[in-house]
């Protein structure tokens, strides 16, 4: 039997899973959908832009370094990874470390800080946290894993996994997995990959069903997610149809190919619809410059490419817009190029 919101222990995802299911017949089980947490991409600016785009029903924290959360000096290095908008849909606060004691204390402050429900990071493949005892190498350290979820437990929020199929190789999920589900966690997201594979060979699909099995078989109130390859809601929708058991969607480098990626019926959109994406992250990238926390106009850059795409010379554009310093600068360009963009006279302006 899959889980469903009356199961769930948490009311947080009782919600999620009842809000993705409104308007839709009772009897065909509709997933909910989330993006994924990435680093130096799903910041409080970022996921404002895909509200805006299309929202999903989750948003998560870029990962966040528990032990410096908990730090007396280093707290203040992760506040801007934590920080969100009144505005703002409320995250889950992904974290991350390999040290209990260091878990234990940083999800004691979510709650003070507005957050309604954590993640513990057990897959990300950096090679910086797996030297720190953290992400998906807590796969090969699975005692070190138990005593991180319950020291996660010791804050009311409820507690999520994220994680992949094994670190060398991913049949290891046969064991690995069996053991995150016994300790009776929320949602159990799958990256369908091992730690080895990174994002080099297709998503194994393959073992969906023996893993909803498991589930089924050894925690029913946990939600099972996947994660990888997933472009769009309707290929997630597909997935779901072909593998019932599936509770949530979790999507990731599909946005950067399609920020309207969660819309619910698929439509065409212009280049001034996905200018106006930029220029919102522009406006918010300011906003949260000046209020919040500082950030680099640099890593503004790596955005530029998930608008401008798919029409002639639009690597031209991003070429010009990757010699800017300051977003002023875009700006201009923008407004520049776009109507000569739209009268295929592009060449004049970058000339």
């Known amino acids: 039997m899959s889980a469903t919101f009356n199961q769930s222990q948490s009311s947080y995802w009782q919600q999620i899973v009842q809000n993705a299911q409104k308007g ?65 849909q409320i995250p889950v ?17 979510l709650p003070e800080m507005g957050y309604q429900a954590v993640d513990l990071n057990m897959g990300c493949p950096d090679g910086t946290v797996i030297k720190n005892g953290g992400g998906s190498d807590l796969i090969r ?12 437990k010791s804050t009311p929020l409820p507690v999520s ?35 080895k594979e990174m994002s080099k060979v297709p998503a194994h699909y393959e073992y969906i069903d023996e893993i909803l099995a498991m589930r089924d078989e050894l925690a029913p ?21 072909a593998h019932p058991g599936i509770d949530g969607i979790m999507i990731g480098r599909g946005i950067f190919e399609n920020p309207f990626a969660f ?22 990238f300011d906003e949260v410059n000046a209020t919040v926390t500082p950030k680099h106009f640099e ?8 608008y401008l795409r798919g029409f002639p010379h639009a690597s031209g554009l991003r070429q010009a817009l990757m010699e800017t310093h300051a977003t002023d600068e875009v700006r201009t360009i923008l407004d520049e190029a776009v109507p000569q963009i739209e009268t295929r006279d592009l060449d004049k302006i970058m000339a």
């Open 221 to 241: 109130k946990t939600l099972i997610q996947f994660n990888g390859d997933i472009k769009d809601r309707q290929e997630g929708l597909a997935l779901a149809k």
């Open 161 to 195: 996994v994220k994680t992949r199929l094994g670190f060398n190789s991913p049949l290891e999920f046969r064991e690995w997995l069996p053991l995150i589900l016994r300790q009776d966690v929320a949602v159990l997201t799958v990256h369908l990959r091992s730690r």
């Open 24 to 88: 839709h017949d009772q009897a065909q089980k509709i997933p909910f959908f989330s993006l994924a947490p990435m680093e130096a991409v799903t910041d409080t600016i970022f996921r404002r832009v895909v509200e805006k785009a299309a929202s999903p029903d989750v948003y998560y924290t870029e990962f966040t370094n528990a032990s410096s959360m908990v730090h007396p000096k280093a707290k203040f290095s992760v506040q801007g990874r934590l920080a969100y908008m009144p505005d703002e």
């Open 141 to 152: 350290h699975q005692d070190l894993a138990c005593d991180i979820i319950s020291a996660a």
């Open 299 to 306: 890593a503004l850059k790596r955005f530029f490419k998930i």
């Open 263 to 284: 819309e619910k019926v698929q439509q065409s959109h212009t280049l001034r619809e996905s200018i106006e994406l930029l220029k919102c992250q522009l406006t918010l």
């Open 93 to 109: 606060a992904q974290i991350w470390g390999s040290r209990p004691d260091d878990i234990a204390g940083a999800v004691k402050l």
